[in-house]
């Protein structure tokens, strides 16, 4: 069998095809640009001039992101169940406050408007009004009202 004649820009594009392989393959384990970059042994700025020249290589590379951020969420989800079972208070509150409505964050808005009788607006403080409650997503009950009156 005879010699393959290599040449330098052939092993080069072999070197460059292996790496953007692997580059991909340590994305899906370590979703993180800058260690899956060391571990290939290659240049965040490498990286990113390879996405922006070859358009497949970024469409596999947000795809390895991706699936690499799943696995890894899977892995912190099992994380915390078993943190809940071991009855860290912690790990129950954030189940909680990620899982069921009673415990999320709200922002909770109260109030009373007042209306004195006999008492007219000018029509730019209607108009100011109007403006106030349709910015503040009440805009359609206000105008309903306003027509109904």
């Not at 953007?20 to 571990?39: G, N, Y």
């Not at 469409?59 to 799943?70: H, M, Y």
Request: aromatic share 6%; with cysteine.
């Amino acid at each position: 069998m005879g010699k393959t004649n290599w040449t330098k820009s052939s092993k080069s594009k072999m070197t460059k095809l292996s790496q953007k392989t692997l580059l991909i393959e340590q994305l899906k384990k370590i979703p993180v640009v800058q260690i899956a970059c060391e571990k290939v042994g290659i240049s965040r700025a490498l990286y990113y001039v390879w996405r922006k020249k070859d358009k497949k290589f970024a469409t596999d590379a947000d795809q390895a992101i991706l699936d690499g951020s799943l696995i890894i969420n899977d892995l912190a989800e099992t994380q915390l169940i078993t943190a809940i079972r071991e009855q860290n208070f912690q790990a129950i509150h954030l189940w909680l406050r990620s899982h069921h409505p009673k415990y999320s964050n709200k922002l909770e808005i109260t109030g009373n408007i007042n209306q004195t009788r006999g008492r007219d607006l000018t029509p730019m403080q209607r108009k100011n009004i109007a403006k106030a409650l349709r910015l503040a997503a009440l805009g359609k009950k206000y105008e309903n009202k306003q027509k109904n009156q």
